[in-house]
């Protein structure tokens, strides 16, 4: 067994001492008491770092080893020395990690400083190339850099990732720049109250997301912006407490992605993602990070990961093998939580609770439906496996494209009547009757094992009154069947799909179909199996013929319906679901719940599990115990 103690606890039975990256510390420390302290900081780090010199490294961090090299390299000649006109933070950090063309650095950073933008999105690579170039910059360039906390003032924004980028910058640079009085900081606040508040919120939200679930969950995209920050958190937090903390957040945050990919894909659903990127899956950050971390996806660089691989961060074995092992079908339950809702809605944050089926072939994964993000929420679908899914993506769902005033001033401070308009300018897709994207109050969405029954109850009058289904390209052996049941082929997922209203077909740009029904009260129901469960399609078409199904939608749509597995399925809209009878406990859903996570509500407990290896995640210590079973 291995413990790794937080502030205050004995020393863990064993440790590892990652050789780290970056300079030694700027404070005026004798080279021996700074090792000192170094080692005794890096004593109760969460077992992240190279593996102990005493062995070898295992084939897997070899490989990982490098990738880490190859990605740093990547960045750091993108971009020919000679052209002093491209190259962005993120270039200039890869070239002062390496230590390589100095001349070309200086310039860049010249001409990045005289227009600084971007707020928080500026904050967090800045302050990168500020720890990175601590020590090889000259005195003139990071005098200049400091001064521009005093001169450039950086939005603090409003949403989850923000937050966390914003108040990691400003701990890590009041950090750096400790004792110095509120003239010299952009908001006027002196060294000690910005450090200090960014320490309180920043232990905040790791205790909110260990009890009660993270706001702004599961985003292929927005998963990135956290990894870059606690990345950061862990390189350079001085203080040992934090720098677990850190460590043992981002063992968090990829033990959530690693139960919820498919070959390093993330499936819904999703909090926040961009139209495009739902499509084309492997364009997200996340996939980056999954390349980088577990190495079962092509090669696909993303800053963010770079971050993650300067570090120093080194993923535990347990948390490898649960992204890579696909070999047995599982059930997976997480509960999440709204964003803040500061208008109509109490309390202000409601929970979220997901559902996950995960197959080697394929997974359907589920939210309940509902107003729990604005704009870019996607609440349920079927994903599966494929060689090279492609702009058209490998998926199934249907949503009910809502827009509205009261949805966006339920989580924003601006005044309602302007606020649609406020948002489009940048999610120019949020008040179009044909996107892709977006929660709805008239949505209500059961799952169970591969079983999904969505429905709908739209009020007449209600801004785009219809349903729409994406129904991708690549699906193959279409049945329009005359029993009601659509029946087809994805990968190696058969698929059946049962509309509860009248529809038509649009075919979309790029290949795949529209299902658009106009129907408001309304919905589906869709049944999943794996292909080599059959004897040939025909075999699967006839199994779900003959299936229980009671289909009503007035006054409310409502479906009984027995799965393949002879379950009973019972949903009604508004009224809690019930298998084989049993409405669904909603009240008991655990913060984590699987065959590889556990973790109770209000626990701030999460335990990894894979085989006999178990990792387990106390935030109320705090500390990690890595032990075999």
């Known amino acids: 067994m291995r413990l790794y103690a937080g502030a205050g606890m004995g020393r863990g039975e064993q440790f590892s001492l990652p050789l780290s990256p970056f300079p030694l510390s700027p404070f005026p420390l004798s080279s021996f008491l700074y090792t000192l302290l170094l080692v005794g900081m890096l004593a109760v780090v ?6 102990p010199e005493h062995r070898p490294l295992t084939p897997r961090e070899s490989a990982y080893e490098a990738r ?33 063309d100095l001349d070309w650095v200086l310039a860049r950073l010249d001409t990045l400083m005289a227009d600084p933008r971007g707020d928080m999105f500026w904050m967090y690579p800045f302050t990168l190339v500020t720890y990175l170039g601590r020590d090889r910059l000259p005195e003139a360039t990071r005098a200049r850099m ?53 320490r309180d919120y920043l232990l905040h939200w790791m205790d909110v997301t260990t009890t009660i679930g993270q706001g702004e969950f599961d985003s292929p995209w927005y998963m990135g912006m956290y990894v870059a920050a606690l990345s950061e958190l862990y390189a350079w937090a001085d203080d040992p407490e934090m720098k677990l903390r850190a460590g043992m957040m981002l063992d968090y945050l990829f033990a959530d992605f690693a139960a919820e990919s498919l070959n390093g894909l993330y499936v819904g659903g999703f909090s926040r993602i961009y139209e495009d990127r739902l499509f084309e899956r492997r364009g997200n950050i996340s996939t980056g990070v999954a390349w980088l971390l577990f190495g079962n996806t092509p090669f696909m660089p993303r800053a963010e990961a770079m971050i993650l691989a300067m570090s120093g961060y080194r993923l535990p074995e347990v948390l490898h093998r649960i992204a890579t092992d696909r070999s047995r079908p599982y059930v997976h339950r997480e509960r999440k939580r709204t964003r803040d809702r500061i208008r109509y809605r109490t309390p202000p944050n409601a929970p979220v609770y997901k559902y996950t089926y995960m197959h080697e072939a ?18 349920w679908e079927v994903f599966w496996a494929e060689d090279n899914p492609g702009i058209n993506g490998s998926l199934l769902f249907t949503l009910h494209p809502y827009s509205d005033s009261h949805e966006l001033a339920m989580y924003f401070p601006e005044e309602p009547e302007l606020l649609t308009e406020a948002v489009t300018r940048s999610k120019n897709t949020y008040d179009s009757w044909d996107k892709w994207t977006g929660g709805s109050p008239f949505e209500q969405v059961f799952q169970h094992e591969d079983a999904v029954i969505a429905l709908y109850d739209i009020p007449p009058g209600t801004r785009f009154p219809h349903i729409d289904g994406f129904f991708s390209g690549t699906l193959e052996g279409f049945v329009e069947d005359p029993s009601g049941w659509l029946f087809m082929q994805g990968g190696k997922a058969f698929i059946a799909y049962y509309p509860l209203a009248p529809y038509t077909w649009m075919d979309l740009d790029g290949g795949g179909r529209r299902l658009h029904s106009t129907a408001l009260k309304n919905g589906a129901v869709v049944q999943v199996a794996p292909a080599a469960g059959f004897a040939s399609f025909d075999a699967f078409q006839a199994a779900v013929r003959a299936l229980p199904l009671e289909t009503e939608t007035m006054p409310t749509p409502h479906v009984r319906f027995t799965t393949l597995r002879g379950t009973a399925l019972a949903a ?14 909603y009240a008991g859903w655990p913060l984590f719940e699987g065959p590889f996570l556990v973790a109770e509500q209000g626990s701030r407990v999460l335990e990894m599990r894979h085989g006999d290896l178990r990792r387990i995640l106390d935030f109320n210590t705090p500390s990690v115990t890595d032990r075999p079973e």
């Open 572 to 585: 009604a809209y508004g009224e809690t679901p019930s298998v084989d009878g049993v409405p669904v406990d």
């Open 68 to 100: 880490v090299d190859s990605l740093i390299d990547y960045y750091a000649g993108q971009i020919d020395a000679a052209d002093r006109a491209r190259g962005s933070y993120f270039h200039v950090a890869a070239r002062l990690y390496r230590g390589q």
């Open 146 to 198: 400091r001064d521009l906390w005093r001169t450039y003032t950086p939005y603090r924004g409003d949403t989850e990732n923000h937050w966390a980028m914003y108040y990691t910058s400003l701990y890590l640079i009041t950090q750096r720049y400790p004792g110095e009085p509120g003239e010299q900081w952009f908001n006027g606040k002196s060294s000690t109250e910005n450090f200090d508040e960014a």
């Open 362 to 379: 394929y997974a359907v994964a589920s939210m309940q439906g509902g107003l729990l993000q604005p704009i870019q929420q996607h609440t």
């Open 46 to 51: 969460t077992g992240c770092g190279p593996a």
